[in-house]
């Protein structure tokens, strides 16, 4: 139980940073407003659109596939460091073989998502 | 790891079965969606057929302890690849699913299906909750398959967030679960239990917060709110299976659980660790769940919210079996989840050949059903099994199943949880034999005679009509297959 | 393969049973009538037992003699104290014989109903009767109790009753139907209680038992046990005959059989020709350890079945409807087996059974061939010439005739001679009935046939424009059962005879149904072989000389007949009348009791239903009492429950707020409030 008071002491104290850091700009900051200031924040530019407008589903589409395909470029690393090892303990053919099977399925997905039309843009 | 393989055969099918299907959805065009029904079909029924010559196998832990064989995972996947292939023969010429896009609809379910079965062989937690993960995300996509309804969307949404809160509280149990024991495979839990105490208070919390997400899957109270819902709105073929096959898959995990993480058998039988009080929990949470879908579907005017709620108490009954804790309740379990998957989907076919003719779901639709024509009639009578079997009333598989059920619980001395399980049964009679009565003693709404079906339909109702009375009548088979039923 | 057959045994009662339940289904269910389906059905029900029982029958005779009694067992059905019976077969030679019969010619006549019956609307129906009825019968012929035999025995007497009424709306053809049931009901309870008495009986002895192949041995105990000044085995054997009287068609019970000329002709063939009339016989061959046992009884059985016989040959030669005169000389030809059986010449018995089978069922369907080529005209003073137009038929009708007369190498010849001739080791006075009876058969059967083939035409104008033989569905079961009736002798060949060919054992049927029955212990001396050929070249030219005054007087000396019936115009009107036999029974019986119904009945009215409204009022005011009672409190109580389960099923269901949010919270909330219930 003990090894747990410091993370329970960093908690605390990023909580308690964070609060005051909030509270003490509310308190003592200037109160003047502006137009400008009151303005949404849109990276500099002039915003555009509805803030309520919906956003196209094509972005949320590409990235649940890239989040897919990122996961398994996630997965090769750990696989590529133990290949060396396996290839020398003669189970080289198997892992290579597993991590085809594993790739070949996610690429039956690709060409649904593909089949689908799902990644064009228009 | 070879050897792994054979005994993955069955989910291997059905594995290839699905990327076929996905891979046949891109190059098949709009008018041959017809063949996706048919392929489905085969792959799961190739599936039981592996499944049949892989049963001679001894039991055996594979896949480096993340999956379990045994019996009772064979009698599952069969359970599994009945439901599936009828719940396929249901969906293909639903009314209600014409405008869903085949292709998808039957890929899904065949993944479905492989969710099922992986979920009740796995062995490792991390397996528990991928396959739960899989058969709960299917199931919400096939839930809002109807676009454009608003209550299907609607369901699925809530499906989603309930279904994503119980994971989430069962993920965090079975965490809890590992730091105490530092195992993450059920029978590693169960030696740890075995020779080491733990804290109780954190023991019980974790395995309440673990029955979160397997009640959840099963509909059992407190977590069971989802449920009528869900039912509701999905399309009713999808409704059939979801409340058969994921039902049973939750039974199978909750059976593994009990069974083998939280039980050691010894000489004179299964004992559950005496130091938590599981067997006050779970009769608890059964009663409650009995009672509760029970009384709720007293009142119902939704034949499908009906069918939903029923399916809670039928949960319920079964839990039952988790607080006996013998062979017999295994077996009781077993059983009658077979008898119940005939059952169940019966009377939900039988609502949707009507409900297609009539155009609602409302219990209205059987009023005077048997005066609607020579078809409807004969429907009327298969209806009747149907609910004489839910109720529990014999000649029919309903009733032999809850003589083994409660039987195993007799068996093991909780002689109240039985009179209480009985009591319910009387209770359900009331809403069962309200669609009897207003079949045969109302009249219809309008003068319209219902027209004999597809075949398909009308042959698959006819067969479990009749397989329920035949097994109400020669359950010896059955009970035979499924009594030699061992777990591990 | 015979093996094999044997080991489906069961599916020779139940595909007719099956068949009988499809077109039953299918008549019921009013859909549009497919004949083709219906016949196909039915004859497949029929006609793969005959293959089944002729595979058992190979294998049968494979057999060793000792062990030809095989009891196949099917389910257990009773079993109450001492009385055990199961649903179970004994197949051995006797119900082997039988089983070929009913299937082999129940076939046939399948066959024949197919060309027979196809103007008729009710088709189904008929042949759903048709195969009923051969389950029925092949359940009392292969019944391995007696209580499996008695449900074949009725089962058959209600197909016979359905099949009679068979065109019901005819009201003098329902109540023959129903005539043929009652007459048969009287002959059951005989039947009934002469069963139970020998039960009773036994099983005070101990040796109860229900089962043929157990009171073999069993029946031997109660020699000598007397009821009253009877010995108990006589009364016994006594009532059991004349339940047999009742289905068999002997004095007195035979006064349905004429009448049940009233259904279709195929079903006369088959059931009051072949099988259904023969029950009788076969009840005595397969009890023929208990008969054995009392002469007394044999004796009975023996002077009714020759008196019978002669009596109704004399009635067979004054009837004009050609079916009528088929009915008369089936009760006539029964009486010689039942004859035989009472001289306990039991293989004799069942011989002429066998061949009656084959003439008499040719003879039937032969005169259905002709009532269809004469557009249902069935008076033969309305026919003449035929054998010009109705070749086939003709030659079949005639070789059987030949066949019942009793004409060498025929096989009538055979069996008939083989009573006669154990008949007159018995009992000369019966051997001379036998054998007037037998004169008489030959006279009016010849009669018949002349009247109707022969001569000059009678038939009507209308009635000779639809001449015409009748089609191959029905000529092909004449042409068999002729075949049959011709060659059928030689299974039965005497001693005396096989001596002078040389061969040795050449009674084929006696050799084969000797394992089946029981002689009786004190074996009549036989006469010599000098004595026996003489009686056969007797009986022959008897037989030949009777066909030619049959012949003679119908055709050239007709004078003599009509001069006969004028000199004596009340013996004519006597016998024409069946010696008024049928209005005696009437008078004496049916009337009486439907005085008797009519006394009870005005009973009932007047006193007892005086008392019963008089006990109505009181209980009507203790009702009231109770009534309000039950209505109050224990439907109060009842009610009560329904209203809290219901209640409680609205509150359960206001859960169900529908707001995902509220299920979370709940969901969470009952996880808290459990664990801290449990260890707060």
């Not at chain 2, 917060?209 to 059992?220: E, L, T």
Request: net charge neutral.
């Amino acid at each position: 139980m003990n090894s747990y008071i410091p993370l329970l002491l960093l908690f605390l104290f990023g909580m308690i940073l964070a609060g005051a850091f909030l509270a003490l700009s509310h308190l003592l900051g200037p109160r003047r407003k502006s137009k400008d200031k009151n303005a949404s924040y849109e990276c500099g530019l002039e915003p555009s659109g509805n803030p309520h407008d919906r956003f196209s589903v094509k972005f949320y589409l590409v990235a649940m596939l890239f989040i897919l395909f990122d996961v398994e470029v996630v997965f090769l690393y750990p696989w590529a460091v133990q290949f060396k090892e396996a290839i020398q303990s003669g189970m080289g053919s198997f892992f290579f073989s597993e991590m085809i099977l594993f790739m070949v399925i996610l690429f039956v997905g690709l060409l649904y998502v593909y089949g689908r039309k799902a990644i064009e843009w228009e | 790891m070879k050897q792994d393989l054979i005994y993955f055969l069955p989910e291997l099918i059905v594995s290839i079965t699905v990327l076929f299907l996905f891979l046949l959805d891109c190059f098949i065009g709009k008018r041959s969606r017809r063949i996706f029904p048919v392929i489905a079909f085969i792959g799961i029924a190739a599936m039981m057929l592996a499944n049949k010559s892989s049963s001679p196998l001894p039991s055996a832990r594979f896949f480096s302890d993340m999956m379990v064989f045994d019996h009772v995972s064979v009698l599952f996947k069969y359970i599994f690849g009945l439901a599936g292939l009828i719940a396929i023969v249901i969906a293909n010429g639903s009314h209600e699913l014409e405008k869903v896009d085949k292709a998808n609809y039957f890929t899904l379910l065949t993944a479905l299906v492989l969710g099922m079965m992986l979920l009740a062989n796995a062995h490792h937690f991390l397996m528990i909750y991928l396959s739960l993960e899989m058969v709960s995300l299917l199931s919400y996509i096939l839930t809002g398959s109807l676009q454009g309804s608003r209550r299907s969307s609607e369901a699925s949404l809530k499906y989603v967030i309930y279904g994503g809160v119980a994971s989430g509280i069962m993920a965090y149990g079975i965490s809890i679960l590992y730091g105490l024991t530092g195992s993450m495979t059920l029978t590693g839990v169960a030696e740890f239990l075995r020779m080491n105490a733990v804290s109780k208070t954190a023991l019980y919390t974790s395995v309440l917060m673990i029955m979160a997400g397997f009640g959840f899957k099963v509909a059992s109270v407190p977590f069971h709110m989802w449920c009528p819902d869900v039912y509701e709105g999905a399309p009713t073929p999808f409704t059939a299976f979801l409340s058969v096959g994921p039902k049973a898959a939750g039974f199978a995990v909750l059976l593994r659980f009990f069974f083998g993480a939280l039980s050691q058998t010894t000489t004179s039988g299964i004992e559950p660790i005496k130091i938590i009080g599981l067997p006050a929990l779970l009769g608890g949470l059964s009663i409650a769940t009995m009672t509760l879908g029970n009384l709720a579907a007293l009142q119902q005017k939704s034949m499908k919210r009906l069918l939903a709620y029923s399916s809670i108490a039928h949960a319920g009954y079964m839990l039952l079996a988790l607080v006996a804790l013998n062979a017999e309740a295994v077996t009781g379990v077993i059983f009658y989840l077979s008898v119940y998957l005939l059952m169940n989907l019966g009377a939900f076919l039988v609502l949707i050949i009507v409900g297609d003719q009539l155009g609602s779901e409302d219990i209205s639709v059987f009023q005077g059903l048997s005066k609607r024509g020579p078809f409807a009639a004969l429907l009327s009578i298969v209806m009747t099994v149907f609910m004489f079997s839910l109720t529990g009333i014999p000649p029919m598989a309903g009733f032999i199943g809850k003589f083994y059920l409660f039987g195993s619980v007799i068996k093991s001395g909780h002689y109240t949880l039985a009179v209480i399980g009985m009591l319910n049964s009387v209770v359900s009679l009331y809403y069962y034999i309200r669609v009897v009565k207003i079949m045969y003693f109302d009249e219809p709404v309008d003068g319209r005679n219902l027209t004999t079906p597809m075949v398909s339909h009308a042959s698959t109702v006819f067969a479990l009509a009749l397989l329920t009375i035949y097994l109400g009548l020669f359950w010896n088979g059955l009970a035979n297959i499924v009594g030699q039923a061992k777990l591990f | 393969m015979a093996e094999k057959l044997f080991s489906l045994i069961y599916l020779v009662p139940l595909l007719p049973l099956l068949g009988a339940f499809v077109n039953g289904a299918y008549a019921f269910s009013g859909a549009k009538l497919v004949r083709p389906f219906v016949h196909t059905i039915a004859l497949a029900a029929i006609f793969i037992p005959f293959l089944i029982t002729v595979g058992a029958f190979l294998h049968v005779t494979s057999l060793p003699e000792e062990s030809r009694q095989v009891v196949v067992t099917f389910f257990p059905w009773l079993d109450v104290g001492s009385f055990k019976a199961n649903v179970e077969f004994l197949i051995d030679p006797l119900s082997l014989t039988l089983m070929l019969v009913i299937t082999g010619i129940g076939s046939l006549i399948h066959l024949y109903s197919v060309g027979y019956m196809s103007h008729e609307p009710s088709y189904a129906r008929y042949f759903t009767y048709l195969n009923l009825f051969c389950f029925a019968m092949l359940i009392l012929v292969m019944g391995s109790n007696v209580p499996m035999m008695f449900i074949g025995w009725e089962g058959v007497g209600l197909c016979s009753y359905l099949l009679i009424g068979f065109w019901f709306t005819d009201s003098a053809k329902a109540a023959a139907g129903m005539k043929a049931f009652v007459v048969n009901r009287v002959g059951d309870f005989a039947f009934i209680v002469g069963f139970l008495l020998l039960y009773w009986t036994l099983q005070s002895k101990g040796h109860a038992t229900v089962q043929f192949v157990e009171l073999r041995n069993a029946v031997t105990h109660l020699d000598g046990v007397m009821l009253g000044s009877f010995s108990l085995v006589t009364i016994v054997c006594v009532l059991m005959f004349i339940g047999a009287t009742g289905k068999s068609a002997q004095i007195p019970l035979y006064v349905w059989l004429p009448d049940a000329m009233a259904g279709p002709t195929p079903v006369s063939a088959l059931i009051h020709a072949a099988t259904m009339v023969t029950a009788g016989v076969y009840m005595i061959g397969r009890m023929s350890y208990l008969f054995s046992m009392s002469p007394a009884a044999l004796n009975i059985i023996a002077t009714v079945g020759f008196v019978t016989a002669l009596f109704a040959a004399i009635i067979g030669f004054t009837q004009n409807d050609i079916k009528k005169v088929l009915a008369y000389s089936t009760v006539s030809q029964l009486g010689y087996m039942f004859g035989a059986m009472g001289v306990a010449a039991y293989t004799a018995g069942v011989f002429h059974l066998l061949t009656h089978a084959f003439f008499k069922a040719c003879l039937f369907l032969g005169s259905g061939s002709v009532i269809h080529a004469m557009s249902g005209e069935q008076d033969i003073q309305k026919m003449g010439a035929l054998r010009k137009h109705l070749p086939i038929t003709h030659a079949t009708f005639f070789l059987s005739t030949l066949a019942i007369a009793g004409i060498f190498p025929f096989s009538g010849f055979f069996s008939k001679d083989e009573i006669l001739w154990h008949a007159f080791n018995h009992s000369k006075l019966l051997w001379l009935i036998g054998v007037t009876a037998a004169a008489g058969t030959a006279v009016y059967m010849l009669r018949m046939v002349t009247l109707t083939f022969y001569g000059e035409s009678r038939v009507s104008e209308e009635a000779m424009h639809h001449l015409h033989e009748s089609p191959l569905s029905m000529t092909i079961p004449l042409m068999v059962l002729a075949f049959l009736a011709v060659f059928g002798g030689f299974l039965g060949v005497p001693e005396s005879l096989g001596h002078f060919f040389g061969l040795h054992e050449s009674n084929l049927l006696e050799h084969w149904l000797e394992p089946s029955l029981v002689f009786p212990k004190e074996a009549l001396p036989m006469a010599s072989h000098a004595t026996e050929y003489f009686l056969m070249v007797f009986s022959l030219g008897i037989a030949i000389s009777g066909c030619l005054i049959g012949f003679v007087l119908y055709t050239k000396r007709k004078d003599i007949p009509e001069s006969l019936a004028q000199k004596y115009p009340k013996v004519y009107e006597f016998i024409y009348n069946k010696y008024y036999v049928d209005e005696f029974y009437k008078a004496v019986f049916v009337n009486n009791l439907l005085r008797l119904n009519d006394f009870l009945a005005l009973f009932d009215q007047k006193v007892i239903d005086g008392i019963v409204n008089g006990t109505a009022y009181v209980t009507k005011i203790v009702a009231y009492v109770s009534g309000w009672v039950d209505r109050t409190f224990v439907d109060g109580l009842v009610n009560l429950t329904a209203s809290v389960t219901s209640f409680g099923g609205i509150i359960a269901r206001r859960f169900q707020t529908g707001r995902i949010q509220t299920y979370l919270y709940l969901a969470l909330g009952a996880i808290l409030v459990i664990v801290f219930y449990r260890f707060g």
